[in-house]
Nanobody, 119 residues
């Protein structure tokens, strides 16, 4: 099992920055990396960004590319999401998730952290 705990959410104004953290514990060695997803009220959950543990490959949703940066600290088993130039449309619950090596499905999920952006 893998446990994921997000932190760092909060209330900010449009244009501000925020950094989310996702601390992974348990059998993290069985995972290939972590991803960030978000879900706004009334909308489906969407992919935001992901990173692999081994070679630091990163992927971003088009809507956040250039504003958000995903990074990791392998020693701490922690992945970060630096969010700059936040917009009201970024407001959502942000979840981190992990998938097993060789799998295309995110199997493990955190409880989520709320990001609120006021205009």
């Amino acid at each position: 099992q893998v446990q994921l705990v997000e932190s760092g959410g909060g209330l900010v104004q449009a244009g501000d920055s925020l950094r989310l953290s996702c601390a992974a514990s348990g059998r993290t060695i069985e995972t290939s990396g972590l991803g960030w997803f978000r879900q706004a009220p009334g909308k489906e959950r969407e992919f935001v960004a992901s990173i692999t543990w081994s070679d630091r490959k990163t992927w971003y949703a088009h809507s956040v590319k250039g504003r958000f940066t995903i990074s990791k600290d392998n020693a701490k088993n922690t992945v970060y999401l630096q969010m700059n130039s936040l917009k009201p449309e970024d407001m959502a619950i942000y979840y981190c998730a992990a998938k097993r090596r060789g799998s295309t499905t995110y199997e493990y999920w955190g409880q989520g952290t709320q990001v609120t952006v006021s205009s």
